[in-house]
């Protein structure tokens, strides 16, 4: 389980992004390797997701049009990943999975993007609120 962090960046969130992106490399890397012993390796990226997790519990504002999903299609997601050997399956929004294909085309233009829409206030919002969870 990564993140849609693990595919582009908001500012303020450096280790977060790290450890996703690191996911995100060692399932490929794991995917690779395991590719004829028949074990499949899937990793999952959410995105927002409403009524549970981070997000969730941090009750951070988004921008409108951003969206959430649901913790249903985080599960549905992981089965249909398990079921038909994914290697990589978005589970967020419209626009994070937008903003993730342009960051891997034009990261600088999607990183502008992000802190025009207030990226860095939501990403400060959501640590200051979960301060005490760590």
Partial sequence: MSSIAGKTTVPGAPLHHTTKYGLR??????????HDSG?????VFPGFIRDAG?????????PPGVGTRSPEDVAQAVLDAVEHNRGEVDVASLAQRGGAVI???APDIAANVVRR???AQIAQD??????DKR
């Fill in 39 to 43: 074990v499949g390796v899937s990793c």
């Fill in 126 to 131: 959501m640590e200051q609120t979960l301060r």
């Fill in 25 to 34: 490399g060692f399932a490929a890397a794991l995917r690779t390797d395991l």
């Fill in 103 to 105: 960051a891997g085309l």
């Fill in 54 to 62: 981070i997000f969730a519990d941090s009750g951070a504002k988004l």
């Fill in 117 to 119: 829409l207030g990226g």
